[in-house]
């Protein structure tokens, strides 16, 4: 028996030997290298002195890295929430919807998700383009001036936004109709004949039942949202970049446009700390999830 053990270990390691080495050579090798360029003045490509906590102790004072953190505390409560909440609505919508009818609208909807940013953003660019985009004449056609979406610093989060929920909304919408399906439609049933409002049915039924989703939902978001960099960085070409920083976008001209490879680390391991301490969060979200829908 104990042979036996000993063989079933061996062959579970070999097993997941490929994934252990892609694993350390893929993520955890150039972790444990970016904390430890993080200490140091290095440039992008090159070694560098240690300077200590030098790079640390130099971003409460650092503007650019205030608005950088700001902008993307603004961007996060722009897209998770009502992200979340809309998918959630054209999911409920969806699945009211029967045979191809159903199909063609979802396929509507999970369209945009599969397009590449460059895509994305060359639509909307066109939409909202001072000159000549659709959203410019529609301005006109109701009476009111235009706006300089993309170059406006009041704008240009919130339209950044929407043109991501746009984006991204796809896949929360196949996460929330797997979990309306799996709902047992005997509940809904019962409370038909219990001449149960829809109101009341989705706050005492859909609504706990799908609990669990949405905090996957919401928790995905979350963490997608706060390494924000493509949709910023495109939207932001012509205008003022430095109105527009993100973390991720902040890490990109610390490291690619100033050569300052040892701050922009630091700033990498700021941010990596406060995705794990969510991702934390998410894992005790997901445990509440659990407990409630039992």
């Known amino acids: 028996m104990l042979k036996n053990k000993n063989n079933e270990a061996l062959v579970a390691l070999v097993l997941i030997a490929p994934f252990l ?6 993520f955890a090798y150039p972790t444990i290298k970016m904390f430890m360029l993080s200490f140091t003045d290095a440039p992008l490509i090159g070694a560098g002195e240690w300077v200590g906590s030098e790079n640390y102790e130099r971003l409460p004072r650092d503007r650019r890295f205030h608005t950088a953190a700001w902008n993307t505390f603004y ?5 998770v929430i009502p992200g979340t909440l809309i998918a959630m609505a054209i999911a409920l919508g969806v699945s009211r919807l029967k045979g191809w009818l159903q199909s063609v609208m979802l396929a509507m909807f999970f369209l945009p998700y599969i397009l590449p940013v460059s895509v994305v953003y060359l639509i909307w660019d066109w939409t909202l383009n001072f000159q000549f985009g659709i959203a410019m004449h529609v301005l006109d056609w109701i009476g009111l001036e235009r706006v300089p979406v993309t170059k406006s610093t009041e704008w240009f989060m919130p339209a950044v936004a929407v043109v991501t929920i746009w984006w991204t909304a796809g896949f929360s919408i196949l996460l929330f109709l797997a979990g309306i399906r799996a709902i047992p439609q005997e509940i809904y049933e019962a409370a038909s ?3 149960a409002s829809r109101y009341s049915t989705f706050r005492r039924i859909t609504w706990p039942l799908l609990w669990p989703v949405t905090a996957l939902v919401f928790t995905i978001q979350l963490i997608s949202q706060m390494k924000i960099f493509d949709q910023v960085y495109l939207f932001s070409q012509g205008g003022r970049p430095n109105d527009n920083l993100v973390m991720v976008y902040y890490v990109f001209q610390r490291a690619f446009q100033s050569n300052q490879g040892g701050r922009a680390a630091a700033v990498a391991v700021v941010l990596f700390v406060i995705v794990i301490i969510v991702s934390v969060m998410n894992f005790q979200l997901t445990r509440l999830s659990g407990a409630r829908g039992k």
């Open 21 to 26: 080495a892609i694993y350390g050579l893929v």
């Open 75 to 79: 961007f996060i409560v722009l897209t």
């Open 193 to 195: 004949l219990d001449n």
